[in-house]
């Protein structure tokens, strides 16, 4: 985070006229908003202060003119430091009414009655209230209609802006100097946990302003899930141990693995590891403007699955941006066309029997000529340790 | 995370048990969960995973019998390797049906027709899956009545065991290690944004598993706020620094800070964090068995304020264990009755005027005899650097 703000101001208002554009075509009278990503998306407030899960936040973006913060007295100094003018805050936490009558207020005055106010409630949405703020808030405004946003956040949020693909490409290149440094923290001996430890600091070492996601494992010719925390056993000669870290960099995530065989890995494993980057390439090839999310999910699946549709992780890959996930996903269901300025993961595995997977995963954005490296790109042999 | 589990079977069957006895009086035939530390509360179900916000997680709690998991099926294998037998997956994510219909399935077999489901529904909660999902569910169950928890969840959460005692300890024993190691990374000249990179490398170095949450600041005489991401700044002579983490071990969390002066203190921020470290004594000797919440705000108050209801915190602590905070809250309104197990956060802060403020936090937990401290609490002289 430097002194400077993450985006001109320019680029939030453009970010505004684009989504106002959508809900006028919807026929939106305004979206309610709670969460970090979305009301970042439109504020630049950057906080980790979202861990806490006790203060509820509002954004309310109106059919015309600027957006109405809701938010928490202890989040005002930070808001007023962005673009945002209009602040309306409350003590919170306030057991009689935790901002509901002010969030109410506001959107009485923006929104005409009959008025339909927008929130994202479809895949990989939430609300982020109590259910009881909810149905009061609905309770004290009858006569407007609440309802989905028309999947509008989900489509604004798929196209990066070139400011938003550069941040990603710094956060994608401080991992890839850490995962070079492996090496450095893990032998034969090291506990997975110290590992995990280990690779965190390296993050920051590198530049990451902190570190919300590491999985991983590490097992004898595979590992058994990728979500699991590191537990205390030694790496041992045999052993595949794949680190899968989200990092984050002024509020952007990469989201990319490797793999490392502790001592010469077998003809499978290393077979397996070619495939993976065989199918991560495949993906690569196919990710071209005009495609859609599920031909790129097929391109890769025949490679990895023979084409029967995938395993456990239900996907093989997805968005990234704000979130170390975002749509699309790369599922068969998954019609989405891809445009320039997307940002995607590639991240083929293959199922190795007896409970053993191996995956692997890059970073891609979409141009017009076709898909652009985040992460620089594994080669087919898989990085060996000791 | 060792290869043990953090509890043993009957540490979750007890929490399990508790919950249906409170079920009973309130008239509940299933609790659905589906936040984080919820789901691990009676499962031991624990991953960074959760990060990512794309696929939806179920817990059903029954009124007899033990919890059924309705979960993706990328999450089977660490899941079965907790104590829960009754394990439902589909591959998320699902466009068509993300596991309501199975989710539905499960309720409709335990919950008998005109039976009711609580949901946790008041402050701090939020329901975690999408909200045209949650309509579906509704619709799919017409003859089920999902309703508020009852409160049920905040309270049970609220006790901890000594198991969960011990480690929200040994959390703030690895951060007190930390802060005791702050002059090794900071100094007149280092900027904010740096001093945050290596004292979450100090947390680790010391044990965390992760640092989910670091918060300050640093300017003169006092800081802004306590939310704001950390700027490039350089420390300065006369500055007042505070850090303030949140980090994790085992899936528990400490939340305590330390404040600095950059060089020798002025008086009136000697005399300010004299005045803290006052409050928070105070409020450590109110914290016993039988008061309540709003009794050990107003003993701290009184110090910090003269009594006039604290400032835009809006509070002066809070609760602790899974997450950053928890229920209750030190607010005039919180007439929560202090219980042997309860874990809570001392928060004082004080407005220094011209936009500074000054806070301090410990963490104590609440036994028989009075209040005990889980953070070993600072003295009244400001530590000083340089």
């Known amino acids: 985070m430097t002194h400077a703000p993450l985006f001109p101001t320019d680029e939030f208002r453009a970010r505004v006229a684009r989504a106002q554009s959508a809900m006028h075509t919807a026929g939106l009278d305004a979206l309610l908003l709670t969460t970090a990503p979305e009301i970042f998306y439109f504020t630049g407030f950057l906080t980790r202060f979202w861990e806490s899960p006790t203060r509820p936040w509002f954004l309310v973006l109106p059919a015309h003119g600027d957006p109405v913060a809701v938010i928490p007295s202890i989040g005002a100094h930070l808001m ?5 003018t209009d602040i309306r805050t409350w003590r919170s936490p306030d057991y009689a009414d935790d901002g509901v009558s002010l969030l109410a207020g506001v ?17 990989e949405t939430h609300l982020r209230m109590p259910l009881s703020d909810w149905q009061t808030l609905q309770d004290q405004l009858p006569d407007r209609v609440f309802g989905p946003d028309a999947g509008i956040m989900r489509r604004l949020r798929m196209v990066k802006s070139e400011a938003e693909i550069a941040l990603i490409r710094r956060a994608c290149e401080i991992a890839y100097r850490a995962f070079d440094r492996v090496p450095e923290i893990a032998a034969e001996g090291t506990p997975l946990s110290t590992v995990f430890r280990r690779f965190q600091i390296l993050c920051l070492e590198e530049g990451a302003d902190w570190v919300p996601y590491l999985a991983g494992g590490a097992a004898p010719g595979g590992y058994g899930d990728v979500i699991s925390p590191a537990d205390d056993r030694p790496l041992a000669a045999g052993d595949v141990m794949m680190l899968d870290t989200g990092l984050v960099r002024d509020g952007y995530f990469c989201d990319f693995d490797r793999n490392w065989s502790i001592g010469p890995p077998s003809p499978e494993v290393a077979e397996a590891h070619a495939r993976l980057i065989e199918a991560t390439w495949a993906g690569f090839n196919c990710a071209r403007v005009g495609a859609t ?14 084409g029967t549709g995938g395993g456990d992780a239900g996907r093989l890959g997805h968005g990234l941006g704000m ?21 995607l993961t590639l991240e083929p595995g293959i199922d190795l029997g007896d409970g ?18 985040l992460s620089a790109p594994q080669g087919p042999e898989i990085r060996v340790i000791g």
């Open 293 to 306: 999310a599920a031909e790129v999910f097929h391109a890769m699946d025949r490679i990895v699955s023979g």
């Open 323 to 343: 979130q170390l996930t975002e749509p699309p996903s790369l599922i068969p269901a998954d019609d989405t066309v891809l445009e320039p300025g997307m940002v």
């Open 356 to 373: 053993r997977i191996m995956v692997h995963e890059e970073n891609i954005v979409l141009r017009e000529g076709g898909a652009e490296w």
């Open 80 to 84: 007023a430091r962005g673009w945002i």
């Open 107 to 123: 959107l009485r005055d923006l929104v005409p009655s009959g008025g339909r106010i927008g929130l994202p409630s479809g895949g």
